[in-house]
Nanobody, 125 residues
Framework: QVQLVESGGGLVQAGGSLRLSCAAS????????MGWFRQAPGKEREFVAA????????YSTESVKGRFTISRDNAKNTVYLQMNSLKPEDTAVYYC??????????????????WGQGTQVTVSS
């Protein structure tokens, strides 16, 4: 079992930045690929970014490329999402998620076994 706790959300003006953190506990963090997803009111949960066990492979959805960066620190059992040039359409609850051990990273929510409780990000215009 893996427990995930997100932090770092908040209210920011358009063009601003936030860094989300997701602290993991319970198992060997470096065995799990990690992802960030978001869900806006009335919309389905959507993929934002994912990173492999080692951090050597990462990718993101087209709408955040060049603005958001996913990273991880396995020594700290933490995955990050640096969000720059934020837009009002980035407003959502952001969730981090972990795959099952040794699974590859994925953009599909169904491939993730563990989820955090979410952190709200609100971008004002």
């Amino acid at each position: 079992q893996v427990q995930l706790v997100e932090s770092g959300g908040g209210l920011v003006q358009a063009g601003g930045s936030l860094r989300l953190s997701c602290a993991a506990s319970g198992r060997t963090f470096s065995n799990y690929a990690m992802g960030w997803f978001r869900q806006a009111p009335g919309k389905e949960r959507e993929f934002v970014a994912a990173i492999s066990w080692s951090g050597g492979s990462k990718y993101s959805t087209e709408s955040v490329k060049g603005r958001f960066t996913i990273s991880r620190d396995n020594a700290k059992n933490t995955v990050y999402l640096q969000m720059n040039s934020l837009k009002p359409e980035d407003t959502a609850v952001y969730y981090c998620a972990a795959t099952r051990p040794y699974y590859t990273s994925s953009s599909r929510p169904g491939d993730y076994a563990y989820w955090g409780q979410g952190t709200q990000v609100t971008v004002s215009s």
